[in-house]
């Protein structure tokens, strides 16, 4: 069983920044593709970073320019860096991870940015 513990969340100021952590609980297996989405209250849910093992990124239109994924491999972690947060960012993060064609989510962290 693979889990995913997300960390970082909270609350700022529209222009500010966080930094989403997500680390997986995986030992021996590399992992395909590490990522985010968020779901938005009312809203469907919203593909909004990808990365692969080879660091090759995806980036939603209304994110790119201000969110930056990244990974760190042998940690099995994923982060994503939000710069000039808006509030139509809020939303709750949900990360995932796909392993020999399985995905796995995190918990999900909460991002509010006020206004």
């Known amino acids: 069983q693979v889990q995913l513990v997300e960390s970082g969340g909270g609350l700022v100021q529209a222009g500010g920044s966080l930094r989403l952590s997500c680390a997986a609980s995986?030992?021996?297996?590399?992992?395909?593709?590490m990522g985010w989405y968020r779901r938005a209250p009312g809203k469907q849910r919203e593909l909004v970073a990808t990365?692969?093992?080879?660091?090759?990124?995806n980036y939603a239109d209304s994110v790119k320019g201000r969110f930056t994924i990244s990974r760190d491999n042998p940690k099995n972690t994923v982060y994503l860096q939000m710069n000039s947060l808006k509030p139509e960012d809020t939303a709750v993060y949900y990360c995932y991870a796909v392993l020999r064609s399985n995905v796995y989510w995190g918990q999900g962290t909460q991002v509010t940015v006020s206004s």
């Open positions: 990365i692969t093992s080879v660091d090759s990124t």
């Open positions: 995986v030992r021996g297996f590399s992992i395909n593709v």
